[in-house]
């Protein structure tokens, strides 16, 4: 017995050029204009994002150029930091916005249901919720993190994890770049402790040693004059924040005395200036025949 033969009655678009021309002027132009749309609403936000960064930062850096207390320049950095890292984040938070909205947009001229979609979304988002604990906690850990202030694009900081430069913050990753040039990704869920170098101002520790029968107070005198050649110095008093203080002996040992020296320093420069004041105290102690510690070979004293 022969099978019937189905008669399907259905209306294509493209019976005709008419048609065809309709429906290309409908839903695909609209959606072409949706997705085009969503990159110049994104082009434009990123601009405005970062017309008003610049202008932070711009206002920042004059702050710091006109400001005479050094503890204005170091609050004047702070806020340059965390304008480029509320940037970082904008950034982030914008482009998430408008591809979420141009997915639904979309949806919504392809004539799918949004509103079954949205339920059986916010069901299925209860579900992934519980398998995606560690995406949230990232997110809202990295929001806490810039409101509060933690750190910002420019600190140097102590995850625990790796010691490095923060370079950009988003909403679930910190990216740090070590001394090594190592990048580093950071989930933000997972830091546990910051240690940040950056912010307010860093104390440089140094200690000069000398021979044990050295007069204590002839070689504190000669560090007190190099201190005070380095704190007159403009380039290197840009550096400090108070004049450096040559605390005493810190320690006799063997055939070694040690002076100890607290430069208070804005941050990242604690590195720099204990180099500066060690080469000028050498050059002081050659001058005035100061003499280094003295080393033993078994009997033998050098």
């Not at 050029?17 to 749309?37: D, F, Q």
């Not at 995606?132 to 810039?146: E, H, N, P, R, Y």
């Not at 004041?277 to 100061?290: T, Y």
């Amino acid at each position: 017995m022969p099978l019937p033969i189905l008669a399907l009655d259905v209306d294509l678009p493209f019976d005709t050029w008419e048609s065809t021309r309709a429906w290309l002027l409908g839903a695909p132009l609209r959606i072409v204009l949706i997705i085009v749309g969503a990159f110049l609403l994104r082009w434009l936000v990123n601009r405005g994002i970062r017309t008003v960064v610049a202008k932070a930062v711009a206002r920042a850096d004059e702050h710091e150029r006109t400001a005479t207390d050094q503890s204005a320049h170091v609050g004047d950095e702070r806020r340059r930091q965390r304008a480029l890292t509320m940037g970082s984040l904008l950034h982030s938070i914008g482009t998430f916005l408008i591809v979420t909205l141009t997915i639904l947009t979309v949806m919504a001229e392809l004539g799918l249901p949004l509103g079954p979609l949205l339920t059986s979304a916010g069901i299925g988002g209860v579900a992934l919720g519980f398998g995606a604990q560690s995406l949230v906690k990232d997110f809202l850990a990295g929001i806490m993190m810039i409101i509060e202030d933690q750190y910002g694009v420019g600190d140097v900081i102590d995850t625990g994890e790796a010691i490095g430069t923060v370079e950009e913050v988003t909403l679930r990753v910190t990216r740090l770049r070590d001394a090594t040039g190592v990048v580093w990704f950071i989930r933000n869920g997972e830091i546990v402790r910051i240690g940040n170098r950056s912010q307010g101002w860093a104390q440089a520790s140094i200690d000069i040693s000398v021979a044990y029968d050295e007069s204590p107070q002839r070689v504190i005198d000669l560090l007190q004059d190099v201190v005070s050649d380095v704190y007159e110095n403009p380039e290197l008093a840009e550096k400090l924040l108070e004049r450096p203080t040559v605390a005493g002996v810190e320690s006799v040992t063997g055939g070694t005395m040690t002076i100890r020296i607290f430069a208070k320093c804005r941050p990242g420069e604690q590195f720099a200036i204990p180099r500066v004041i060690r080469e000028r105290a050498k050059a002081a102690f050659d001058a005035a025949g100061v003499r280094g510690p003295a080393f033993r070979f078994g009997d033998t004293q050098i």
